[in-house]
């Protein structure tokens, strides 16, 4: 069901509210707007603002970012990745690298706040109008419009309303109330170090037995993100904002190689989050509501795709919206396009979840050795496993 390029004339005056000024609400505020739309998004923040986090805009997410007209701002201080490196957690050795470099997939490493912050210029440039300090606490789908229960006590009626207000949106809940997530037994942890030497341009992830460390520099090259993921019995909260004590952390990868140990006593604020899976929504729409982002597939972070999907999906909601007058119809459209492949792509990550957490033994040893053999004589063919994600292009 490919998309067929149109103008967007068939949005000028029509009105969207969007839950959620995260990456995926604000680019399908930016992507409406510029089809003709009047959008608004409800954000539940006092302000926008973002945690200092980085995440990975691989070349299918840079294509909604550059057809938007965003990628040279984003650019500016967002460094190129060359590389991801697959390490040895205890010696630190590389078991495969995956090159980067070619012109026609640009990858870049983003912190957070930045794509925040040239999203919510480009939309309120482009009109929208952005509401903070108004959190939806329930939603009712209706055939004259969407009835959305405010924190305060207030109801307010809304024509068609995208929610893009993340895993645990009232609207997901909804559409899918019998959809349960389940502990992965996985937490992670996110952290964010200055350096004093300007790193290289790459992503490293060192892999130990049960546990896995992400680390890549950020705008200047002297910023560091860490994303650490280990396996425990103990259960901890779900969501991005719960402090955690960097001892714990530093703990837990004592026995990596001083690279990461070295890193890792620098840290002194760290992150703690449990890992849940959740199953893709079977229901993305119902009358004028709509899922976007994490709503409808929210991943785990083990292939770098999670800000990635909810671009592919702000950039096709709208040209599905655009192409079609009857929403029905658009809606489906949109679901049939971006169910299948999110599907795909949330099942990758949960098994790369297994491929960095090896124990020592057999199993271990001819992974590793087998990766070793393909670095030294294809490494290209290894890299292209995942040329179904990467080279997808939803703005073509």
């Not at 290289?200 to 910023?223: I, N, S």
């Not at 004028?288 to 982002?293: A, D, K, M, N």
């Amino acid at each position: 069901m490919p998309l067929v390029v149109s103008g967007g004339s068939m949005l000028i005056g029509q009105k969207v509210t969007i839950i959620g000024a995260g990456i995926g609400g604000l680019a399908a505020a930016v992507a409406l707007a510029q089809r003709g739309a009047s959008v608004r998004v409800l954000e539940q923040a006092p302000e926008i603002t973002e945690v200092g986090a980085g995440l990975q805009i691989s070349p299918n997410g840079w294509r909604v970012l550059t057809a938007l007209g965003l990628a040279d701002a984003i650019a500016a201080t967002s460094p190129r990745a060359q590389a991801v490196h697959l390490r040895d957690f205890r010696r630190g050795a590389v078991v495969f690298t995956m090159p980067l470099g070619r012109s026609d997939q640009p990858w870049h490493l983003t912190h957070r706040a930045d794509l925040i912050t040239t999203l919510a210029d480009a939309a309120q440039a482009a009109g929208v109008t952005i509401r903070c300090g108004a959190r939806v606490d329930a939603v009712t789908a209706g055939t004259d419009g969407t009835r959305l229960q405010m924190a305060d006590g207030t109801e307010e009626m809304h024509g068609l309303v995208v929610a893009a207000d993340g895993l645990h949106s009232p609207a997901r809940e909804t559409l899918n109330p019998k959809s349960r997530p389940f502990f992965t037994g996985q937490v992670a942890w996110r952290a964010a170090v200055a350096v004093d030497t300007p790193l290289a341009p790459e992503a490293h992830v060192f892999m130990g037995p049960g546990r896995h460390l992400v680390r890549y520099p950020l705008r200047d090259l002297g910023l560091v993100n860490i994303v650490a993921v280990e396996e425990r019995d103990g259960w901890a909260a779900e969501g991005w904002h719960h402090r955690d004590d960097p001892a714990h952390l530093a703990r837990a990868f004592t026995d990596f190689c001083p690279e990461v140990t070295t890193l890792l006593a620098k840290v002194t604020e760290a992150h703690l989050w449990g890992l849940f899976r959740h199953p893709v929504a079977q229901h993305w729409h119902a009358d004028r509501l709509v899922l976007l982002g994490d709503a409808a597939h929210p991943t785990l972070p083990f292939l770098a795709q999670g800000a990635n999907m909810a671009l592919e999906d702000a950039y096709v909601l709208a040209r599905c919206l655009a192409e079609d007058p009857d929403h029905a119809t658009a809606l489906a459209r949109y679901q049939a396009l971006r169910r299948p492949r999110c599907a795909r792509i949330v099942q990758a990550a949960n098994e790369n979840a297994t491929n960095y957490h090896l124990r020592p033994g057999p199993m271990r040893f001819a992974a590793h050795s087998a990766l070793r053999l393909a670095n030294r004589y294809v490494p290209h063919l290894v890299a292209r496993r995942f040329d179904w994600v990467h080279r997808h292009d939803v703005t073509g």
